[in-house]
């Protein structure tokens, strides 16, 4: 697990992407919209977990603890918010 230059803990995760969409994310940037690969993918999966915050929320909301897969209570409560 690395970590940023402001200290947060990242986990390196693996995707495939087709052709079109890494010469997109290059081309970001080129432009310098985003300084890396990395910052604009995690961008991305920021704006999907907004995107889906309420739905997750509401999903675990019937549970008094943090559902499998959520190893933090403050983490579960941070969803959706920034």
């Known amino acids: 697990m690395g970590k940023t230059r402001t ?3 990242m986990n390196l ?5 087709p052709e079109q969409q ?3 994310l290059d081309e970001l940037v080129k432009a310098r919209i985003f300084p ?3 910052e604009a993918i995690r961008a991305a999966i ?6 889906y915050a309420p739905y ?7 549970f008094s603890f943090p559902p499998l897969g959520f190893n933090n209570d403050r983490k579960f409560l ?3 918010q920034r």
């Open 46 to 51: 920021r704006d999907l977990v907004d995107r």
């Open 78 to 80: 941070m969803l959706g």
């Open 7 to 9: 200290g947060k803990r």
């Open 36 to 38: 890396s690969r990395s």
């Open 56 to 62: 997750l929320i509401n999903k675990y909301s019937k």
């Open 13 to 17: 995760i693996t995707v495939h992407l």
């Open 22 to 24: 890494v010469y997109a």
